[in-house]
């Protein structure tokens, strides 16, 4: 008779680490942009940026702000460490004391070739953290975090315009970071109008009169317009001089990711 143990997959050495080559490759926010290319879904604004060593993403999908980091040259396999479960808990969760000390106690396993993932779960959101236990440094990371509802990340400064019936509000944030929009009448009523970041459509405010998307990198200019009336609030990211003319708008899922 075969015993159920026979039956479980079991991966060679190679196979782990070649599972553990794809994680960099998944993730909710490159689902989302493989999605609007291959069956013509609704689009996502990605923030991207990249340098020699890594790249960072980022979107908003139903008011929840999406960010995932990679780092290369964190991850190496030729170098021969093991970490135990607890140590590579204790070494992540130092790496975001608000999260941890606010949070859920977190979780951590070992998944493939050297990585350690650890799981926290906070109140403003979630963090999944990949840590190479040869390096011993956090080569991958997603961030989730609330927009909206009672427990919404904090908004940035405000800049607000309210020189006609309309009075929008945006609220300032870094580069490739969570920007709210919000669009109200003068009474403070919630108002349904058209958003556009530079020259590239965003949206509708909807019933709310709130839209959430990724900041650009440069100075850049929202303009809300609903029926005859338009307004617009120029800004620039934290972190980032003034100065800038050529507004950099987040790209769009739907044609380059």
Do not use: C
Not at 7 to 23: A, G, T, Y
Not at 130 to 155: C, F, M, N, W
Not at 223 to 232: F, L, N, Q, W
């Amino acid at each position: 008779m075969t015993s159920e143990g026979e039956n479980v997959v079991k991966f060679s050495p190679h196979e782990r680490e070649f599972q553990s080559d794809l994680i960099p490759l998944r993730s909710r926010v490159r689902e989302s942009a493989v999605s609007s290319i291959r069956y013509g879904t609704s689009s996502k604004p990605l923030y991207v940026a990249t340098s020699q060593s890594g790249v960072v993403l980022a979107t908003v999908i139903n008011d929840q702000y999406i960010r995932e980091a990679y780092r290369d040259d964190y991850r190496n396999r030729s170098v021969n460490g093991f970490l135990s479960v607890q140590k590579a808990r204790n070494v992540t969760v130092s790496q975001y004391p608000w999260a941890s000390a606010n949070g859920d106690p977190p979780s951590t396993y070992q998944v493939y070739d050297k990585v350690t993932k650890t799981r926290i779960v906070h109140p403003q959101g979630l963090i999944r953290a990949y840590l190479d236990s040869g390096t011993k440094k956090i080569y991958r990371e997603i961030q989730y975090k609330v927009l909206a509802g009672d427990d919404h990340v904090p908004y940035g400064t405000t800049f607000q315009n309210n020189s006609t019936n309309l009075h929008l509000v945006v609220n300032r944030t870094y580069s490739g970071g969570p920007l709210r929009i919000n669009l109200t009448d003068s009474e403070g009523d919630p108002v349904d109008g058209h958003i556009e970041i530079g020259e590239t459509e965003l949206g509708d405010t909807g019933p709310t009169g709130t839209i959430y998307t990724v900041s650009p990198s440069r100075e850049f200019t929202v303009t809300a317009t609903h029926d005859s009336e338009t307004v617009k609030v120029t800004l620039t990211p934290y972190g980032v001089t003034n100065g800038s003319s050529n507004g950099e708008t987040p790209r769009n899922a739907g044609g380059s990711a």
